[in-house]
Nanobody, 124 residues
Framework: QVQLVESGGGLVQAGDSLTLSCAAS????????MGWFRQAPGKDREFVAA????????YTADSLKGRFTISRDNAKNTVYLRMNSLQPEDTAVYYC?????????????????WGQGTQVTVSS
């Protein structure tokens, strides 16, 4: 099994930046990609971004490109989400996820592992 633990969430002001971290542990031979989802109050889960195991390829939701950047450090077994120019609409619980896809465009529809989530709140 794979365990994912998110951290780095908090309360920030509009325009601020924040970096989330997701530490992975356990068996990972079948995990080729990791990424992030978010769920705002009263809304469905939304795909944010994904990255391949070696960090060479990324795929980010169109609405978030230019503001959100995903990266990973395999030596630390950690994936990151850098969020810039945060807005109140970005307020959500952010979840780390991992699965075995090779095509990152399919990451959001492929079952895998999930973390417990970390809350990001952006005040206006």
């Amino acid at each position: 099994q794979v365990q994912l633990v998110e951290s780095g969430g908090g309360l920030v002001q509009a325009g601020d930046s924040l970096t989330l971290s997701c530490a992975a542990s356990g068996r990972a031979f079948s995990t080729n990609a990791m990424g992030w989802f978010r769920q705002a109050p009263g809304k469905d889960r939304e795909f944010v971004a994904a990255i391949t195991r070696n960090g060479g390829y990324t795929y980010t939701a169109d609405s978030l490109k230019g503001r959100f950047t995903i990266s990973r450090d395999n030596a630390k077994n950690t994936v990151y989400l850098r969020m810039n120019s945060l807005q109140p609409e970005d307020t959500a619980v952010y979840y780390c996820a991992a699965n075995g896809v090779y095509d990152l465009t399919r990451f959001s529809t492929t079952q895998g592992y999930w973390g417990q989530g970390t809350q990001v709140t952006v005040s206006s």
